[in-house]
């Protein structure tokens, strides 16, 4: 089982930066695929970034260049730096971690197998 725990979410002006941090309990973060999702009020829910075993990511066009996942396996903790928010930005951010077991790793919802509580990020223009 593993337990993820959101913060550093807020509220920020456009053009602002906001740094998400995750920290899991559990085993095997390093050898986890995780990443990141967020809900908008109203949409549906959006895969924002992930981050493989080996470190590599991939982004949604709608952040690339603006959002970086990053981690850390000494303390067992996903970031998420942004740059440059928008206020179509706004939202509730989960961290989300795959099963161990699976071979691919996604960044669509459907590829998580666990969630955070979620951190809202509010960007007013």
């Known amino acids: 089982q593993v337990q993820l725990v959101e913060s550093g979410g807020g509220s920020v002006q456009a053009g602002g930066s906001l740094r998400l941090s995750c920290v899991a309990s559990?085993?095997?973060?390093?050898?986890?695929?995780m990443g990141w999702v967020r809900q908008a009020p109203g949409k549906e829910r959006e895969g924002v970034a992930r981050i493989n075993s080996a470190g590599s990511a991939t982004y949604a066009d709608s952040v690339k260049g603006r959002f970086t996942v990053s981690k850390d396996n000494a303390k067992n903790t996903l970031y998420l730096q942004m740059n440059s928010l928008k206020p179509e930005d706004t939202a509730m951010y989960y961290c989300?971690?795959?099963?161990?077991?699976?071979?691919?790793?996604?960044?669509?919802?459907?590829?998580?197998?666990?969630w955070g509580q979620g951190t809202q990020v509010t960007v007013s223009s």
């Open positions: 989300a971690a795959a099963y161990e077991a699976k071979r691919f790793c996604g960044r669509g919802p459907d590829d998580f197998d666990y």
């Open positions: 559990g085993s095997s973060f390093s050898r986890r695929c």
